[in-house]
């Protein structure tokens, strides 16, 4: 994978890409930065996992009995 970020100064750009290319399908994707792309996502929910609370401070973890078939 390549990526390169750079500055227009005309409405052509050159990309060199790498010789392992050549042949292959290759998708080129131009957007301004302002326009996203690179910015994380925030996510709409706070998602919170407390619904059940479990007492494991007597728990034993046996790996014998865990592999058991």
Same mark, same amino acid.
Not at 10 to 26: L, R
Not at 35 to 64: I, Q, Y
């Given at each position: 994978?390549?990526?390169?970020? =750079?500055?227009?100064?005309? #409405? $052509?750009?050159?990309? $060199?890409?790498?010789? *392992? ?9 131009? &957007? $301004? =930065? ?10 709409? %929910?706070?998602?919170? &996992? #407390?619904?059940?609370? =479990? *007492?494991?401070? %007597?728990?034993? &973890?046996?790996? *014998? ?5």
């Amino acid at each position: 994978m390549v990526r390169t970020v =750079l500055t227009a100064e005309k #409405n $052509t750009i050159v990309v $060199t890409i790498p010789e *392992d290319y050549i042949g292959k399908q290759v998708e080129v994707i131009a &957007f $301004t =930065l302002e326009e996203g792309g690179s910015k994380p996502r925030s996510v709409g %929910k706070n998602v919170s &996992f #407390n619904a059940v609370s =479990l *007492d494991t401070s %007597k728990f034993k &973890f046996n790996r *014998d009995e865990a592999n058991e078939r």
